[in-house]
């Protein structure tokens, strides 16, 4: 079974920047195309992004197209999002995953971004 652990989260003023990144466990990373996703308080998870095995091809949600960019590091079973010109709605818990997440994967406890206005 893989385990996820993101980190990078934090508060930060509208317009501001973080990285957040998620390691996985297990040698099969890079037969997965991983994504990220976020929870706001009151909503349900919603999908971010997301990247290819080899990261040659992304795609984002429209909310936040333009503004974040997701990465992988298969080598180091990480993958990354940055995120520019935060602003008070994209306030939420961060995850990664698996794009669809298998059910043997489960969830990471997230990362926590609370962007003040």
């Known amino acids: 079974q893989v385990q996820l652990v993101e980190s990078g989260g934090g508060l930060v003023q509208a317009g501001g920047s973080l990285r957040l990144s998620c390691a996985a466990s297990?040698?099969?990373?890079?037969?997965?195309?991983m994504g990220w996703f976020r929870q706001a308080p009151g909503k349900q998870r919603e999908f971010v992004a997301r990247?290819?095995?080899?990261?040659?091809?992304?795609y984002y949600a429209d909310s936040v197209k333009g503004r974040f960019t997701i990465s992988r590091d298969n080598a180091k079973n990480t993958v990354y999002l940055q995120m520019n010109s935060l602003k008070p709605e994209d306030t939420a818990v961060y995850y990664c995953?698996?794009?669809?997440?298998?059910?043997?994967w489960g969830w990471g406890q997230g990362t926590q971004v609370t962007v003040s206005s």
């Open positions: 995953n698996a794009d669809p997440p298998p059910k043997t």
């Open positions: 297990g040698r099969t990373f890079s037969s997965y195309v």
């Open positions: 990247i290819s095995y080899s990261g040659a091809s992304t």
